[in-house]
């Protein structure tokens, strides 16, 4: 299978190119510019150069491709970025001749707070601002499903693993200032997913696209969590991840208020506290993942952090 991959320079995209690779598919990565590229590590060996803004830079490359999967976003305009790109690269998966996939990345931030009743696919949606162009943009993909193309949306959890992503912040806090910045008072609950699991459910979800088990989900069914439960409080995280890195046993929790001066909406999505499970991704993919929570693995995560895995 020949895989178009945006976002193949971030943190999520380049493991899912060495897990690509791995399964025995091919990928064409979208990279900004020539020296991103170049500088990112792993097996691609095709790369575009454009830009989500400019559909002129990459749609006829994904339209060559057998599969789409977006990870890319552009936070700094995103609903007006997400919704060009996932247009392209919807027109670009309806060309063509042969059955395709398109997969576009969502986030569990589309559930908002859930409370103490975990919930997974089918339950009710209550966005954070900052990402709740999510919603129609989900239900925009799912609706693109016909004979000849599988939909689908991922909404992975908080991604710990290796050196990039949210929670391996905590490490550089821990090394640097001795102790890692909460948003908050901590006691909020992240579902979390290691990277190589969620990199082994993409691959599994474009490999089963058009089995019977996918096939016989209506497409507004066609979504699947990348969550591992327990979900885990952000202090006991950010207090695993200090000892971890051989410090005292501390966190410095930033109040909320101060935090939205800062960081707008994004402190509202840091503090969001939910219980999250992926029961569609467990019962139709056999979706097992490997690692179970931050704060157990922690000692060997930051090790995995500290060589830059």
């Given at each position: 299978m020949k895989v178009f991959v945006t976002g193949a320079t971030g943190y999520i995209g380049r493991a899912v190119l060495t897990a690509l690779h791995r399964a025995?598919?091919?990928?064409?990565?979208?990279?900004?510019?020539?020296?991103?590229?170049?500088?990112?590590?792993?097996?691609?060996?095709?790369?575009?150069?454009?830009?989500?803004?400019?559909?002129?830079?990459?749609?006829?490359e994904a339209s060559a491709c057998d599969a789409i999967l977006h990870l890319g976003a552009d936070m700094s305009s995103f609903?007006?970025?997400?919704?060009?790109?996932?247009?392209?690269?919807?027109?670009?998966?309806?060309?063509?001749?042969?059955?395709?996939?398109?997969?576009?990345?969502?986030?569990?931030?589309?559930?908002?707070?859930?409370?103490?009743?975990?919930?997974?696919?089918?339950?009710?949606?209550?966005?954070?601002?900052?990402?709740?162009?999510?919603?129609?943009?989900?239900?925009?993909?799912?609706?693109?499903?016909?004979?000849?193309?599988?939909?689908?949306?991922?909404?992975?959890?908080?991604?710990?693993?290796?050196?990039?992503?949210?929670?391996?912040?905590?490490?550089?806090?821990?090394?640097?200032s001795g102790r890692p910045t909460v948003v908050g008072d901590g006691n909020n609950r992240w579902a979390g997913v290691y990277l190589g699991d969620l990199c082994d459910l993409y691959v599994r979800l474009l490999e089963s696209a058009f089995s019977p088990a996918v096939r016989r989900l209506a497409p507004k069914e066609r979504v699947f969590h990348a969550v591992t439960p327990p979900s885990e409080t952000v202090s006991s995280i950010a207090r695993a991840a200090s000892r971890a890195a051989g410090r005292e046993d501390t966190v410095h929790f930033w109040p909320i208020d101060e935090a939205r001066e800062k960081l707008g909406g994004y402190a509202d999505a840091l503090a969001l506290d939910q219980v999250v499970g992926s029961k569609r991704s467990e019962a139709v993919l056999g979706w097992r993942p490997r690692v179970r929570g931050f704060v157990p693995n922690a000692p060997e995560l930051f090790e995995e952090w500290r060589a830059g895995v």
């Open positions: 025995g598919h091919s990928a064409v990565g979208l990279a900004r510019e020539k020296e991103r590229a170049a500088a990112a590590t792993g097996p691609c060996r095709e790369w575009v150069i454009g830009n989500l803004r400019d559909a002129r830079t990459y749609a006829f609903a007006t970025v997400d919704k060009i790109s996932l247009e392209t690269l919807l027109s670009a998966a309806a060309k063509g001749d042969g059955k395709k996939v398109f997969v576009y990345t969502s986030g569990v931030w589309v559930l908002g707070a859930t409370g103490e009743t975990p919930v997974d696919e089918d339950s009710a949606l209550n966005p954070v601002p900052l990402i709740a162009a999510r919603v129609r943009h989900e239900q925009l993909a799912l609706g693109a499903s016909s004979d000849q193309l599988t939909a689908a949306v991922v909404r992975p959890g908080i991604v710990y693993g290796g050196r990039g992503g949210i929670v391996s912040g905590f490490f550089a806090d821990a090394v640097s």
